[in-house]
């Protein structure tokens, strides 16, 4: 089970730090990552870590600004989001592998496990 939190409202050049709880399956194993959706638009890929961190990998339009990072000893997966811009109001998702693996994955197809989502607005 994933639970994404951390999500709200801010003003456009702001931040916020999202956290993503993992429960009832080793998911310290796990490559990980961080979607989010827009108001009508399709998921996308946010940013990608490998199972220790050692990894990382993220989309063109958060490089520099979103850092991802992971805590295997609390089963927690994070995104920190630096100068927020109105574009990156969407709701936001954690998502698990669901099997070892050493590398990292950008692709929705890979992940076997979806958090709720948490919504992040960015106001202009």
């Known amino acids: 089970q994933l639970q994404a939190s951390g999500g709200g409202l801010v003003q456009a050049g702001g931040s916020l730090r999202l956290s993503c709880a993992a429960s009832g399956r080793p998911f310290s194993s796990y490559a990980m990552g961080w979607f989010r959706q827009a108001p009508g638009k399709e998921r996308e890929f946010v940013a990608a870590?490998?199972?220790?961190?050692?990894?990382?990998n993220y989309a063109n339009s958060v490089k520099g600004r979103f850092t991802i990072s992971r805590d295997n000893a609390k089963n927690t997966l994070y995104l920190q989001m630096i100068s927020l811009k109105p574009e990156d109001t969407a709701v936001y998702y954690c998502?698990?592998?669901?099997?070892?693996?050493?590398?990292?994955?950008?692709?929705?197809?890979?992940?076997?496990?979806w958090g709720q989502g948490t919504q992040v607005t960015v106001s202009s």
């Open positions: 870590i490998n199972w220790n961190g050692g990894a990382t």
């Open positions: 998502a698990a592998r669901g099997e070892y693996s050493g590398l990292l994955y950008t692709r929705e197809i890979a992940y076997g496990y």
